[in-house]
């Protein structure tokens, strides 16, 4: 199993000493070459999952696996195998493009750097862009540069919060193919994303969050087919609509 | 917009103090108000009610305005003609108000809103009133007044004049950038106001400059009284009457004398409104909120970093720390450029001036000696206050922690990396400061013998890492240890649990930095004493290298240790910008 979350919480000091828990004993597990939607709305928990997962934030309690290596108490072997695209492109000013990629190849110590970097570029259209600062970018082709720094080494497990966030039309669509490549190839992939109808196309199956617990986890098809989801409707919009307590949208309507 | 200004003020003040009243339920901003506290009450009002102002309670205290007017009879011609000067000197060296800057949920939100131009200034201009009353009201704490009146009386004065530097400045912001404007109705409206102050300042400078050269002067009191009494007549007078005006409250010896000169100052804070209000007017005839996108433009620019060709590559093998050392390195390659080096002028002008009472006092005079003097002023900068001000470490990085947390390197490494490069640039240029004040010293300590001079030199440049690295480590320690308690980046946080925070954090950063050096100093007082009476001088060599590789050693052990604190981190503890 490439990803294990094992009664995952996590919970932040409130204001006035009070604790708010974010995430309450969550569990799942995805294996190699899966592709898991990670979906719930504002709040549920989905961003402190992906930060957790990618060694950012300690879980409170409970533990995190990737590769059978704990992201606590193993961490450096752990992270050496993920790869974290955040929703927010968080880069260092003073760098260029190019010098990212490096930084993260010397870091992650990736072998034929220069072909992975020159063919990154390329699919993700940064040509020409190598030698420019972050502030002088979009924030589309920030978001693309954090990806390429996500890419740019053999991760075994790929964790996405909300990856399509700024990209243009093309940038979405190539995306889309890069997110189900990685996955065909054998990765673990994570992606967490409120465009429901990205998540129904590209993963295998899905796990719904509200108020930091899962509520639902399967295929589209499994969850459809569920007694509490009967009549729901069989796409994941109604089905998540129902689960998270809003009803069926085509019934409002 | 009037009200919906208002609005905005009264809403965002109120949730400011609110924020902090209720942050105040942590413990960590809990002590931080009350050490804040304490030291504005021990250093401010236990002085002013302390025995030196009790016993300068007990005698008659002038007002400020009849004391200057004791000493210099043209004083208030003479207040009047400074700020004429400065009036003047703003077209040459303008300094940007920030009344024409709107913040982006200002430009995000009010832009696209059905007001006028006119209306989003009037809304800056009154936004910016709170900040400058509060600056107001803390000058008047300072002024040595017995009566809570005068301070009263002052504090009002104070922001008028502040108020109305504020807004000429902003007038001179908009004026400058239309000086070369393509629309002649625009460039006329830019340059009548440095017209006019260009001959206000020369019918007021002719006649001082006239009367100090021609009447014979003693001493500088008595030449400020012959140039203030040539103005304080006639047509120099006149012309100086707004700048007078607006200064007079400041001085006023009774309430009702404030009143008068209070109305008299707000009428010519009025007109200096009226002028900036229609001057952006027209400017917005020749190109609609050039002034706005000018101003948020320049801001942009000074943010953002440009790219410079460094020839230096991060090579795809090696240790951690030195890809830390490279990151931190092209920042300040990058960063650096004129205009950040504007903060160390002060500092550098004060070296300056040490230098010269230096050579006052010995006699030398040569500029070797007062050279050596400021080489080794910089030594001890570099050395003692360097790591406190380059933060190009851990601590500027803390806003990049959920960058450098998913990293798969070793924590230890990470805090080592990270002090590296401005450890090592603060050593050169001690190094390099010591090595100038070496070779220039028989100029300035021509007393010392040139074994001395050279066991010293040699001393100092042993000593100086091993203070930077000390430091940086117990800077970084704090940053680890204490990431709330430390500024992310350029933010200045404010409020008086952050005063008392950071008071807590600089006597507890004190406090490490004598334990950390302690023993380094006895092991190296212990070889000195040892060494001394056979090789003389030169025992400060060897005593000095025991010194520094205790400090290493412990650099190292310290750096370790800190590990597994850097895991620890919790982003939510890392303290975000208000």
Known sequence: MALVVEQFTRTYAGPSGSTFTAVDGLSFQVRSGEIVGLIGPNGAGKTTTLRALAGILRPTSGRVLVDGHDIVADAIAAKRRLAFMPDEPHLFEYLTVGEHLRLVARLYQVEDFEQRAKALIEELELAGKERSLPGELSRGMRQKVV??????????????????????????????????????????????????HLVEEICTRVIIMDHGRKIADGTVAELASRHDLAGAGSNLEQIFMRVTGHGSPVAQE | MLGASLYIIVCSTRNRIVRRLRRLREPRYLIGAVVGAAYVYFSIFARMRGPGMAGRRGRTTPSLGAALATVQPGASALVGAALLVIAALTWIFPTDSGLIEFSEAETDLLFPAPVTRRQLLIHRLMRSQLPLLFGAVVSS????????????????????????????????????????????????????????????????GAPMWRAVVTESAGNIPAMLTIAGGAVSSGPPAIILWPFIALV?????????????????????????????????????????????RTARSRAQR????????????????????????????????????????VPFIPFVLFSVMAATLR?????????????????????????????????????????????????????????RGEMLWPAILLTLCAWFA???????????????????????????????????FAQFTVHNAAAVLFPGWVPIGNQRPRGLDMLGQRLILFAGVLLALVVMVGPGAIAGFIVWFVFHRLIDAAALVPAAMVG??????????????LGPAYERIDLSDVERGE
């Not at chain 2, 001085?251 to 001057?279: D, E, I, K, N, P």
């Not at chain 2, 290493?552 to 240790?561: F, I, N, S």
């Open chain 1, 147 to 196: 990806i390429a720094c996500g890419l740019v080494r053999d991760a075994s497990t790929l964790l996405f919060d909300e990856p399509l966030t700024g990209l243009d039309p093309v940038g979405i669509r190539r995306m889309r193919q890069t997110i189900v490549a990685r996955g065909r190839s054998g990765a673990c992939v994570l992606v967490s994303s409120h465009l429901l």
């Open chain 2, 141 to 204: 704490i300072f002024v040595p007044f017995n009566a809570i009146a005068e301070r009263v009386r002052f504090a009002g004065g104070m922001f008028i004049v502040l108020s109305a530097i504020r807004v000429y400045f902003t007038g001179v912001t908009l004026a400058r950038a239309r000086l070369m404007s393509e629309s002649v109705p625009a460039r006329r409206v830019a340059w009548t106001p440095l017209v006019a102050i260009l001959a206000a300042a020369v019918t007021v």
């Open chain 2, 248 to 292: 007079r409250p400041l001085f006023a010896g009774s309430a009702t004398q404030f009143l008068g000169r209070f109305l008299a100052a707000v009428v010519v804070l009025a007109v200096l409104v009226a002028w900036v209000l229609r001057s952006d007017e027209a400017f917005q005839e020749a190109a609609v909120d050039q002034a706005a």
């Open chain 2, 302 to 341: 000074q943010a953002a970093p440009r790219v410079r060709a460094t020839m230096w590559s991060l090579a795809l093998s090696g240790r951690t720390e030195s890809v830390f050392f490279w990151k931190n390195g092209m920042q300040t390659l990058r960063a650096i450029n004129i205009r950040t080096l």
């Open chain 2, 359 to 415: 050579m006052s006092a010995s006699g030398a005079r040569g500029p070797a000696a007062g050279s050596c003097i400021v080489a080794l002023i910089l030594a001890a900068f570099s050395t003692l206050l360097g790591p406190q001000t380059v933060r190009s470490d851990l601590r500027g990085d803390l806003r990049h922690l959920d960058l450098l947390k998913t990293w798969p390197v070793k924590a230890a490494a990470v805090i």
């Open chain 2, 434 to 468: 010591v090595v100038c004040g070496t070779i220039l010293s028989t100029a300035a300590f021509p007393e010392l013998t040139t074994p001395w001079r050279l066991s010293l030199s040699a001393a100092a440049m042993l000593v100086a890492p091993a203070l930077i």
């Open chain 2, 548 to 561: 520094l590789a205790i400090v290493c050693v412990e650099v190292l052990l310290a750096t370790e240790a």
